[in-house]
Structure formats: structure tokens, C-alpha cells
């Protein structure tokens, strides 16, 4: 009787053994997932206009172009007496589908020398100030004679170049 319990046994426990093999062939099987992801975007900001205002006194634009790129502004102006000044209005567009942040921008203008005759300035333009997409920014850029020359500079000192540059990043989502 003791053998065929034994054999009951090992029948079973052959049985159970079976019905595992099964089982982990079942949930053995390898899980595979496809899928895609793509993202569409358009970042185009850009300066689109640069309009001289009327100058005061004998003040004159000889020239005022956007450079390469679009994110910068080179203007040249001629100034001869103290009163002479020109305002520059620049136009910033943001053409993309993507709000932005003005991140940084800088003035260049020579040695910007406080005794220099002729002096530029920036209006309108603060760091981290977000332009939404599809919208305009306006800024100034002006060009005085300096008051604090107290002499008639030479010729040649009377006609100074700046270049404006916009440094623009992608604006913080929520």
C-alpha cells in the first residue's frame, strides 16, 4: 500500500509540476509596446522693421539695417551741435508658435566713453520680459549729441555706429 501511495504522490507532484510549466509558458510570453511621439514646432522671432523718427536738429540716420540672423540692429547716425538727437523705433516679431523670453540684450557702441560726442540709448527692452507668439514688441533706440562735451569735437567724431542685439529663449511653460 506504501507504493501506491508513493506513486499517488509522485503522481501528483508530477501533475503540479506539469501545471507550472504551463502556467509560466503562458506568462513567459515577451511584451512588446510601439508607439511614437512627435513634436511640431516653429521658432521665428525676428526684428521686422526699424523706422528713424523725425530728427531734431541738424541730426541725420545714414543708415539703420537688421543684421544677419534678425536678432540684432546696427544703426549710424551723424550729429553736429548739442541739441541733435534721433529716435530709432524697432519692431520685434515673433512669427513662431512658441511664446519666447527676452533672455539678455546689449548695446554696443563703440568705446562708450562718457566724453564721447555722440551717445546711444535703449528704451523698452527688459530682461526676461516674454513675447507671446504671433505678437509684436516695440522698442527705442536713441542717438543724442552729449551735453557733457564742453568742446567742438573733431569731424570725424561726429558720426558714431551701435549695434542692438536680442538674445531670445523659449518662455517658461506651465
Known amino acids: 500500500m506504501e507504493t501506491k501511495h508513493k506513486n499517488a504522490l509522485i503522481g501528483a507532484l508530477l501533475a503540479v509540476v506539469f501545471v ?3 502556467g509560466y509558458a503562458a506568462f513567459a510570453q515577451q511584451l512588446t ?8 514646432s516653429n ?16 541730426a541725420v540716420s545714414n543708415s539703420a539695417s537688421v543684421g544677419e540672423g534678425g536678432l ?3 544703426f549710424k547716425a551723424s550729429l553736429q551741435s548739442p541739441s541733435d538727437s534721433l529716435t530709432y523705433t524697432v519692431t520685434v516679431h515673433n512669427g513662431g508658435d512658441i511664446d519666447a523670453k527676452l ?10 566713453n562718457t566724453n564721447d560726442p555722440i551717445v546711444y540709448s535703449v528704451n523698452g527692452l527688459t530682461n526676461d520680459e516674454e513675447l507671446a507668439a504671433g ?12 551735453s557733457n562735451v564742453t568742446s567742438q569735437p573733431e569731424a570725424g567724431d561726429l558720426t ?5 542685439t536680442l538674445t531670445y ?5 506651465a
Open 20 to 22: 507550472m510549466a504551463v
Open 33 to 40: 509596446i510601439n508607439g511614437s511621439a512627435s513634436i511640431s
Open 43 to 58: 521658432w521665428n522671432i525676428k526684428i521686422t522693421d526699424i523706422q528713424p523718427g523725425s530728427p531734431v536738429g541738424t
Open 72 to 74: 540684432s540692429a546696427s
Open 103 to 112: 533672455s539678455e540684450w546689449n548695446l554696443s557702441a563703440g568705446d562708450d
Open 135 to 146: 505678437a509684436d514688441k516695440k522698442f527705442t533706440v536713441t542717438v543724442t549729441y552729449n
Open 160 to 164: 558714431k555706429s551701435a549695434t542692438v
Open 169 to 173: 529663449t523659449q518662455a517658461d511653460q
